[in-house]
């Protein structure tokens, strides 16, 4: 590990809360020291209160701000003087800590302090760091951990694991009133992390980089550090099904994202791979995004996915082991897998989430094999025990991380696919279901379709429907990106004016016929395949108002809608054992698609005697319906209120007689 520090860099920094901000990025921009939260850091210094007197104050992290893009605001200021007084308390209560510190903030406005602002405090120095550093808490969870710890850290104070927060801060503050701290390069706690400090910013953070250095340097002397490498296949109908069962134990849909990475291949390839996965995380404060353990699955899984109802079982009765009063369960269902040969898998309700998962599980899996590969008796992964996993699990400060999140929407966690996703109806599907919380997978045959879903949480993909290969491609390609489907929408078609029967070419009627019905069939024939494995799977289908109303001049279009709406109703038939719904909606006079041009429009205007305002209104209530208007149906039919509809045909047409 080295020193990212750069004098001309610091040097642009105005005060010490610059050059905390500063010192703090560093710490940040190395995920081996802090990853998603877990560090925080402080200066003491004097700021100006209301009325522009001096304030002693600690200006430490505040919740929600990640190290490595922390800027000034993340800092929250704390009267210092009766923030270090908490710490000679004999017993605080998590929920007068925190209305403590509340009172203490100098802003009202303020972030929440870190949970460890009180040690902050007590430490008698200008900056104080702190890391969850992979390397000296791997060193730390080996079945020699602490011995080997007071060998290489001889020049600090190290002290056994115990809860953050005010039990921690007091420990240290007990430790520190017997001891002289400058006779120490800095606090090793077992299990969590390091703490330094120094009166300047480049003191502290140095001193840090010097004994993580330390520990790793150490772990690659004494251990092998042979991490597996290794190539998977792909198993989309097993992956699918895995996130099926992971979806029913969180009790809604979860995204199911795979690393397939050489190293997490080779991880999921060792043979001791269930027992060396399974015995606790690197720190304490991962439960949270993680649990406790991940799940092992087999290779090929069995329908149901035994392995996740063990789990859960598992989980159920580590809760009867270890909780007490007062506490509610959480949901049983894993956020990490293991998948026997073929990579790591990360659960979880939105991508982020999974990142933040997939993430923790590299570093988890380096320290575990790290720690497996050390020499002699010094080798093993030797976690926290599952009673102390538990009571920061059930740490309602901990707990109180997670409710930042935003609440679920409708289709928060599922998958969703569109065809002719680039522009009109389909686009507006497309938005509709991404605003109600599902990722969204668009497919187009318009080459800018990638480009143009490029958001997160979007997959554009360049598909024709007709081509049998590029639509199985397609949603198998959804499959691998979020781990399955549970919203099919066929939407793509052609519509050629002036299609008399007696007029029409071949070519009118055979391109219609093939994009709209057999394109449509491809499509639903493969995405039924996942659909089965989906979370309140459905397939929904855009028809036409011709269906039930056809006009002259549009045979080919009408031909191709009816055949497609009657596929849909057996298609509905033979899916309702497995859960799958299929519903079509019959839209009628959306006009800002690509279907209708100026021309097109003032043609079918005059047809009907009809000026093109007219037309575009001319239904019962008088509406113009539009795009949007149609999106926010078939979301609506994709999610709870159609729950128990399959088989019907829903028009969107702002009241048609001849369909009424
Ligand atoms: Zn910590």
């Known amino acids: 590990m080295k020193s990212l520090w750069n004098d001309a860099d610091a040097a642009k920094c105005n005060d010490d809360l610059d050059l905390r901000v500063y010192s703090s990025r560093l710490l940040g921009a190395d995920e081996s020291l802090v990853m998603h939260g877990g560090g925080n850091t402080s200066v003491k210094s004097v700021v100006r209160d209301f009325f522009g007197d001096e304030v002693e104050a600690l200006l430490v992290k505040g919740s929600g701000w990640d190290l490595g893009t922390i800027e000034r605001p993340g800092f929250t200021a704390l009267r210092l003087a009766e ?4 710490a000679t308390l004999d017993e605080l209560s998590d929920l007068d800590m925190t209305r403590e510190l ?39 969870n080996t079945p020699n951990g602490e011995a080997l710890t007071r060998e290489l850290y001889a020049d600090c104070l190290v002290l056994p694991y115990v809860m953050p927060g005010f039990i921690l801060s007091k420990q240290v503050a007990d430790a520190i009133a017997s001891e002289d701290l400058s006779r120490y390069a800095g606090i090793i706690l077992l299990h969590h992390g390091v703490f330094t400090w120094g009166e300047d910013a480049r003191g502290s953070y140095e001193r840090m980089i010097e004994l993580v250095d330390r520990a790793e340097r150490f772990l690659a002397e004494r251990g092998r550090v042979v991490h597996a490498g290794g190539e998977a296949e792909l198993d989309l109908d097993g992956l699918a099904r895995i996130r099926k069962a992971v979806s029913s134990a969180r009790g809604r849909a979860q995204l199911a994202v795979i690393d397939r990475s050489g190293d997490a291949v080779g991880y999921a390839s060792r043979d001791d791979v269930a027992v060396i996965a399974t015995r606790g995380p690197i720190t304490p404060d991962h439960v949270i995004r993680t649990k406790r353990v991940p799940v092992v699955l087999a290779e090929s899984p069995k329908e149901g996915v035994p392995e996740v109802e063990a789990y859960t079982q598992a989980y159920r009765a580590y809760f ?24 790591t898998l990360a659960f979880g309700n939105t991508l982020k989430e999974c990142a933040i998962i997939a993430d923790i599980a590299r570093h988890t899996r380096w320290a575990i094999q790290t720690a497996e590969s050390l020499d002699g008796s010094n080798a093993g992964w030797a976690a926290l025990s599952p009673k102390e996993i538990f009571d920061l699990e059930y740490w309602s400060l901990e707990q109180a991380k ?23 109806i389909g686009r507006a599907i497309c938005e509709q279901l991404k605003a109600d919380g599902a ?10 379709i990638e480009k143009s879903f490029d958001a997160a949480g979007m997959l554009g993909r360049v598909c024709d429907v007709t081509d049998e290969q590029s639509v199985r491609q397609s949603l198998e390609a959804a499959v691998e990106r979020f781990g399955g489907i549970d919203i099919a929408v066929s939407n793509a078609g052609v519509f050629r004016p002036g299609e008399r029967v007696a007029d029409m070419t071949d070519e009118a009627w055979d391109t219609t016929l093939r994009v709209n019905l057999t394109g449509a069939q491809r499509f639903l024939k493969h995405a039924s395949r996942f659909l089965v494995h989906g979370v309140d799977a459905t397939a929904i289908v855009v028809g036409s108002r011709n ?12 031909a191709s809608k009816a055949g497609l709406t009657q596929l849909a109703r057996v298609l509905a038939l033979e899916l ?7 519903n079509t909606v019959h839209p009628d006079a959306v006009f800002d698609t690509a279907l209708w041009t100026e021309d097109t429009l003032k043609t079918s205007a005059k047809r009907y005697g009809l000026t093109v305002e007219e037309y575009k209104t001319r239904n019962l209530m008088k509406r113009e319906i539009t795009s949007a208007d149609v999106g926010r149906l078939v979301s609506a039919m994709a999610g709870p209120a159609f729950a128990l509809t399959t088989g019907a045909q829903i028009p969107i047409d702002g009241g048609n007689d001849r369909v009424i």
């Open 439 to 448: 990722v969204v997978v668009g497919l187009d045959i318009d080459g800018a």
């Open 576 to 582: 309702a054992p497995q859960g799958v719904r299929v």
């Open 102 to 140: 509340t009172r203490q903030k100098l802003d009202p406005g303020a972030p929440s302090p870190s949970v460890e602002a009180i040690l902050h405090a007590v430490l008698p120095a200008k900056f104080v760091d702190h890391t969850h550093t992979d390397a000296v808490v791997t060193l730390t």
């Open 547 to 558: 269906v039930a109303a056809p006009g002259p001049g549009a045979g080919a279009y009408s």
């Open 402 to 424: 997670l409710k930042k999140a935003a609440p679920p929407s409708v289709h928060t966690g599922k998958v969703a696919v569109v065809t002719g996703a680039m522009q009109g």
């Open 83 to 86: 923030t270090q007084r908490l």
């Open 320 to 343: 009867e082991a270890n909780h007490f009063e007062g506490l509610t369960m959480l949901d049983q269902a894993p956020r990490a897998g293991v998948w026997r040969n073929r990579g």
